[in-house]
């Protein structure tokens, strides 16, 4: 079986909506009456959040955060992601994705996640999502602060399970995410795209709306 390296926001948690909505609660906070907010996301969407923080203070003509102040805001804006997603009994995977880890797992497939999120959503994921079932928390790859790239993130998760990424399958939900993966030596990259948005590229081996629609033929060797 091929070893697999998945992303998590937007992948197996669709969470890309609630992303969008607390980074908006978190804008009206800072700028109630500043620029107004619409399309400001798909400006951003991607992006680290010390860069957003800073987007949205240079959007608005204010002097950026310094480095501990853009951090505080970060860590609240994904505390308030985390809250949301628990007070609102939203924490549940991707569908078919349970199934097709089960299926991977089964089978003896390498696995692991290359994930943009910080350790503090990283530790969320694992406890709300019972991500343990699958993963080993030790060997994800995350933004730990030293890691600046997804780019390193999926070098990371390729290294910690002792897999060439050239054999590896890759499965994202955003461009950058795919390019990414790429750029990491990955040429099979499967799309979650629930909105069909995507146009086929080289190394997009599908492009499906969920998990129960992926070929499990493609793991196989």
């Known amino acids: 079986m091929k070893p697999v390296i998945f992303d ?18 978190l804008y009206d906070k800072l700028f109630p009456t500043g620029v107004p907010y619409p399309e400001i996301y798909e400006r951003i969407k991607g992006l680290h959040n010390c860069v957003i923080i800073d987007y949205y203070y240079e959007l608005n003509g204010k002097k950026k955060p310094s480095a501990s102040e853009n951090e505080k805001l970060s860590l609240l804006k994904e505390k308030m992601y985390r809250d949301y997603c628990r007070d609102n009994q939203l924490c549940v995977l ?11 797992k089964a089978n003896n497939a390498k696995i692991n996640l290359a994930s943009a999120s910080i350790k503090e ?28 790239s997804k780019k390193e993130m999926y070098d990371k998760a390729c290294q910690n399970i002792g897999i060439d990424p050239k054999e590896a399958v890759a499965i994202e939900d955003s461009l950058i995410g795919y390019r990414s993966a790429v750029s990491a030596g990955i040429n099979e990259v499967i799309m979650i795209d629930p909105k069909h948005i995507f146009k086929k590229e080289d190394n997009m081996i599908e492009i499906v709306e969920d998990f129960t629609a992926i070929d499990r033929a493609i793991f196989e060797k």
Do not use: C
Request: without cysteine.
């Open 8 to 25: 998590f926001n937007g992948t197996l948690f669709q969470d890309s909506a609630i992303h969008l909505m607390i980074w908006q609660e």
């Open 94 to 104: 991707t569908k078919g994705a349970p199934e097709l880890m089960d299926y991977l």
């Open 121 to 148: 959503n990283v530790d969320f994921f694992f406890s709300d999502f019972n991500l343990g079932k699958w993963f080993k928390r030790e060997l994800v790859a995350y933004d730990d602060g030293i890691l600046g």
